[in-house]
């Protein structure tokens, strides 16, 4: 019997949730290429290391383990022009609650960038079989804690958003996309860019172009620390971040633009209709469309989808000033578990 599918549009949150209050680490996280964070708290510990993934590229890594029972594992993709040191408040979160994260510097970002000096260099192609061959490594069936086998969520922020829904609606679907069993989240994603940065159209065809031709070609691309979030101090470590350099190319961020808006007019027909789905975006959103995430989870079929508008929130939601962050953390931590 088919589920009836959940959705829920334009429902805004604006009260905090109670799993924990926020701290701010006190690790310093631009640690150097060779040197490794090893973490061990008292709820989970937090494992650096690197991987050689596609074409023997080295990729760093970074995996947030809960000491106690492990109920579901995440693997995450980042945004555009930054790395996954960027989320330790995020998903060391995530491990208090017995969600196990796994997570990578992207082909052409942070420090698997940095290692081969190749900011920005990837295709929308290059980064979706790099994102098929993470989960093949670490979504196996086999996976088991005692005698219970644990779901596996998918979930991208930004430019990874859009990635992973593009890796959901792949023909032929590719071998890895069985292996999410819990669900998809998408967190802000690039479907459309916000309005007040939208590219000219015939600037992305013309990138596009040149792309094909030089797919190394550099280009300065850049997004406003004040668009990011409304947290301060989080915009002036962004700003003075060296792995959030505003570096890309002409191949790479064509391919993510216009990868973009065939997901909202085409490729979302081919979305797997019992891949539970959920996206969440703020309002406030200057850099990606909040409304063209609100249409794409419209148009998707599945048996279960929900789009949960934030009010007010910027880009990086999990980034927001205060007790504001932990609304949408605890949100994302709380709709995982029920899934668990």
């Not at 640690?31 to 989970?44: F, K, N, P, Q, W």
């Not at 280009?219 to 792995?243: A, M, T």
């Not at 469309?289 to 007010?312: N, V, Y």
Request: hydrophobic share 35%.
């Amino acid at each position: 019997m088919q589920t009836k599918p959940e959705v829920e549009l334009d429902q805004t949150i604006n009260s905090s949730s109670s799993h924990t209050s926020f701290k701010s680490l006190t690790e310093n996280d631009k640690v150097d290429d060779d040197e490794l964070l090893i973490r061990d708290g008292t709820d989970h510990r937090c494992l650096d290391e690197w991987i050689d993934g596609p074409d023997k590229k080295p990729f760093f890594v970074r995996r947030w383990i809960p000491k106690g029972k492990v109920l579901s594992k995440l693997i995450f993709l980042h945004g555009f022009m930054e790395h996954v040191a960027r989320y330790d408040h995020v998903f060391s979160l995530h491990a208090k609650n017995g969600i196990e994260v796994f997570s990578f510097d992207q082909r052409g970002f942070g420090r698997t960038a940095a290692r081969t000096k190749s900011q920005g260099r990837t295709s929308w192609s290059q980064a979706l079989e790099d994102l098929n061959f993470f989960i093949v490594n670490e979504a196996d069936p086999k996976i088991s804690f005692g005698e219970e086998v644990i779901k596996v969520f998918l979930m991208g922020h930004s430019m990874g958003g859009g990635l992973a829904f593009a890796y959901s609606t792949r023909q032929p679907s590719p071998i890895g996309l069985g292996l999410i069993t819990g669900g998809l989240i998408l967190s802000s994603p690039l479907i459309q860019q916000a309005s007040n940065v939208a590219t000219n159209g015939t600037i992305i065809r013309l990138g596009s172009f040149i792309g094909a031709v030089l797919p190394k070609l550099p280009i300065r691309v850049g997004v406003s620390p004040e668009d990011i979030c409304r947290d301060k101090f989080i915009q002036e470590k962004y700003e003075h971040d060296p792995l959030c350099a505003p570096i890309g190319t002409f191949k790479g961020v064509a391919d993510m633009i216009l990868g973009g808006k065939r997901l909202i007019s085409e490729d979302f027909k081919n979305y797997p209709k019992n891949l539970k789905l959920l996206a969440v975006h703020g309002s406030g959103d200057k850099v990606t469309s909040h409304d063209a995430t609100k249409e794409l989870i419209r148009k998707t079929e599945a048996d279960e989808k929900q789009f949960k508008s934030f009010d007010g929130y910027y880009h990086e939601m999990h980034n927001e000033p205060d007790e504001l962050k932990l609304v949408e953390i605890n949100f994302i931590i709380d709709w995982i578990k029920l899934r668990s």
